[in-house]
């Protein structure tokens, strides 16, 4: 079992989404089920079909969050620095091509959010700048070709 990543805020949130799941779509599903076995011959009953497979998707679901929430370690925040890139820093890197900067915070892939600037440790782009400091260029190969970034910062 690979070793997942993840901040306390991150294994919260799983931990809440294992609980949702178990004590409020698990019993909405078995309801669903119940009123379609009511609904008599189950050999052709659709409704019963599609609530025994969303049975299984969501029972798959919680295995795999039970398993990445069993293999986690805790990162400790206050062990972090900014002397090179690591996970949970906050980087600022500037495209030396056309100048234009971007910020990223590096976490765990399962705590990427792109849309919150939350870049997973297992992009090009992260794996790219992990044990890089301000001030260094790094070539990148990301599916455009080879892009070159400089860090010009790194935060907390």
């Known amino acids: 079992m690979a070793i997942s990543y993840m901040t306390k805020e991150g294994y919260k949130k799983k931990m809440e989404e294992i609980a949702y799941m178990e004590n409020v779509r698990r019993p909405e599903i078995s309801r669903a089920i119940a009123e379609a076995r009511d609904k008599g011959d189950l050999s052709e009953n659709a409704e019963y079909d599609a609530a025994k497979e969303a049975q299984g998707m969501l029972e798959m679901k919680i295995s795999q969050l039970k398993d990445l929430v069993a293999s986690a370690r805790i990162i400790d925040e206050t062990k972090l620095n900014t002397n090179e890139v690591q996970l949970l820093n906050t980087v600022t890197i500037k495209n030396v091509k056309t100048g234009a900067k971007m910020k990223y915070t590096i976490v765990a ?48």
């Open 109 to 156: 892939p399962s705590e990427a959010d792109l849309q919150a600037k939350k870049l997973s440790s297992d992009t090009p782009i992260a794996k790219g700048l992990l044990g890089h400091g301000i001030g260094d260029k790094v070539e990148i190969k990301v599916p455009a070709g080879v892009m070159t970034f400089e860090i010009v910062e790194i935060a907390i």
